[in-house]
């Protein structure tokens, strides 16, 4: 077992710890991009509420719920419908990096349930049009792009380039290999553009701020605070 990772049963003999279980749901497809760039997998994630990446699924209580209901009722409120999650889809459980928002430890449980092509364009569907949670804790779902285009920088350099939650890209990262989506050779291409992304991006923030503080101190000019304050009229 790698480090910081817990048996189910050393998860569930924590007293006081939060629980929280995620699934990564995925299908094999056939379907090439543009004709001729092979998707090879459907991997589904979200974009949370607050802007990251993660996977469907949420905090789940297991003095009142086995840990897969507690999971299976999450996913019906996100995904609109209540996919039956079994034990045999239970990959890990480890101790999240603690937050702020609660002085009580969270472990994480992560599940992986492979589909038909078909079942995850209901699920797609359904979260689009029947979720109670879409529009508001989820933005939307979406899927992995697997492959690399663009001279590497498109495609899944890209895409594990953006912020994700908690451990969500080291779940990801993780299964694609122990699943065999992805290459490792693959992986590490992808890694190594995706640190070079990320360094532009800040760039691209540092550069953006600073016209953001151009434009506020040039707006700054034409409104005159003087005029424009009781206090000095
Ligand atoms: O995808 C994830 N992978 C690992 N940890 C995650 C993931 N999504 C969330 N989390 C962590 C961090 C969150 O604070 C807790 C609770 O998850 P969340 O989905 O936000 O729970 P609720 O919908 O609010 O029940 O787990």
Redo the contacts with the bound molecule.
Sequence with gaps: MASGQLSRAEALACAGCRH?C?VMLYCDTRTQLFGRIPIRHVVLMQM?FDGLL??P???VNPSEETLEAGLSR?LSEELGVALPISVEDHVDSCH?PS?SSSSRQ?I?H?YVKKMEEEQIREVEKAAASTATDHGQ?VLGMVRVPLYAMQGGDGGLASFLSHSF????RS?LIDSLLSLNLVSSAELQKALANSLKIHENAAEDLRAATETLLKLTCSGNKQFDPQQHNPAHA
């Design positions: 929280a995620h949370r993660g996977f699924g949420g905090l999450e999240a937050s969270l994480t992560f804790e939650i908690g451990n969500a779940q």
